[in-house]
C-alpha cells in the first residue's frame, strides 16, 4: 500500500494509541489496529474502525450521537 503523506510503498498493519476529545472528557485508546508507514511514520485507520472509536468516546463522555444508516445503493 502507498503511503499518502510520503508517497512510498512502505505502508503495513500496526497499533497505535488514539486520544478523542468530546466536550471535557478525553478518551484514549491503545492498541488500535491502524496502516503506519514504516518511512514517515504516517498512520491511517480503517473507516470502520474510526466510527467504532467515535461511536465509543460519544459515549464514554455521555454524548448520544444518532445511528448512522445505511443507503440503499438502488
Given at each position: 500500500m502507498r503511503c499518502e503523506a510520503c508517497k512510498k510503498w512502505t505502508v503495513g498493519a500496526g497499533r497505535t494509541t488514539v486520544t478523542l476529545q468530546r466536550g471535557g472528557t478525553t478518551v484514549v485508546f491503545h492498541d488500535v489496529p491502524?496502516?503506519?508507514c514504516r518511512a514517515c511514520g504516517?498512520?491511517?485507520l480503517d473507516g470502520r474502525v474510526a466510527l467504532r472509536l467515535m461511536s465509543l468516546a460519544d459515549r464514554k463522555a455521555g454524548h448520544h450521537a444518532p445511528r448512522l444508516?445505511?443507503?440503499s445503493t438502488g
Open positions: 491502524t496502516q503506519v504516517e498512520t491511517s444508516q445505511r443507503q
